[in-house]
């Protein structure tokens, strides 16, 4: 299949696609029109029946239909607009506004601000809690359980230590998971972050920053990173972790690595190129029987003592003006 015949088939789907969407936003849209009109149907009845009720017995119908609105009251901070109290007489955004942030909405009357405001300023809607204080409470909570489900034979608590929430699959008492974590945190320059983002590439940032609070902490991690450091040096097996970190760099493919990939291509790039240049040295031949086949053609050592050695003439300095005035004589 050639590429255009994909691209029109990708375009043909993609037509599809929107197609399908519209379609499915038509079908909503007419769901929430019968609904609207069952609704108006429905009050139209209630205010039909309530006339001939009110017919029926004389009775005047202004008030009945005026207690039928006053189930619906709006919210005193946005008049007009047909929001429902939430509580207090506020609307349920301007409660959560209050609640959360202790301030008034945006979008509230002019004429209801002052209103408003001293409804925050008594105090009567409580605030939320923070998520410092709900993870204190809920760490609490699970502590005092625990010593309270836990006795030793004379019947005192036993003291727990509580064990952190981490996510699934993560477990700092299992050996070779803190193991294989403070070897990826020592390589990782003692960076917790990086060091659990690499033992742990599929944790959404929100749970490797938890992991990795967690790891600064914990006695597992910090003995198996000790353990880990300890046995660093410059054997051939460091060697080769050596290389397996440079080799990991210059191959990574992550945008953010360009730096960490430049240096070790530079690294590499010296250890095979520049070196293996450096290391072209000629080898020495070595002839089997040499001295026998000398000795036979009657090259003993004493007469090989006996031959001058060889003197090497130096070259003259020559330059081409010496030979122009060659060519000049002749």
């Known amino acids: 299949m050639s590429m255009k015949d ?22 909503k849209a007419q769901q929430d029109a019968l609904r609207a009109q069952a609704n108006i149907q429905s009050h139209v009845q209630l205010l039909q ?30 008049k007009g607009l047909g929001r429902k109290r939430e509580a207090h ?26 209103a408003v405001q001293r409804i925050i300023d008594s105090g009567v809607i409580p605030r939320a809690k923070t998520k410092m204080q709900l993870a204190a409470e809920r760490a609490e ?4 359980t625990a010593l309270k489900e836990v006795a030793n034979a004379n019947n005192k608590p036993v003291v727990l230590t509580p064990k952190p929430d981490l996510p699934d699959g993560v477990n ?24 659990v983002s690499d033992a742990y590439p599929k944790l959404s940032p929100y749970d490797a920053g938890v992991v990795a609070n967690a790891a600064e902490r914990d006695p597992n991690v910090r003995a198996a990173i000790e353990q880990e450091a300890s046995q660093r040096g410059l054997g051939d097996s460091d060697k080769q972790i050596f290389v397996g970190l440079l080799w990991k760099h210059a191959t990574s493919l992550r ?28 080898v020495s031949l070595h002839i089997e029987g040499i001295s026998e086949g000398l ?17 090497s003439a130096e070259m ?8 122009e005035k060659e060519d000049s004589n002749d």
């Open 255 to 282: 945008p953010q690595d360009y730096q960490d990939r430049g240096t070790a291509m530079r690294i590499l790039s010296k250890v095979f190129i520049e070196q293996q240049a450096q290391q072209q040295q000629p």
């Open 295 to 311: 000795a036979r053609m009657g090259l003993t050592p004493d007469v090989l003592a006996t031959v001058p050695a060889m003197v």
């Open 89 to 114: 007489g506020l609307c349920r955004q301007n409660y959560d506004a209050t609640r959360y942030t202790n301030r008034m909405a945006a979008d509230t009357d002019e004429d209801a601000t002052e």
């Open 49 to 78: 029946a309530m006339d001939q009720t009110s017919a029926a017995s004389s009775a005047p119908v202004e008030p009945q239909r005026s207690a039928v609105k006053a189930a619906q009251v709006e919210c005193l901070c946005h």
């Open 172 to 195: 700092f008492f299992d050996p070779n998971q803190a193991r294989y974590l403070g070897k990826c945190i020592l390589m990782r320059g003692m960076n917790f972050a990086a060091g």
């Open 141 to 144: 909570r699970g502590t005092a």
């Open 6 to 27: 994909k691209y029109l088939e990708a375009m043909q789907r993609a037509d599809a696609k929107d197609a399908a969407r519209a379609a499915k936003k038509d079908r």
């Open 316 to 323: 003259p300095d020559l330059k081409d003006e010496d030979f």
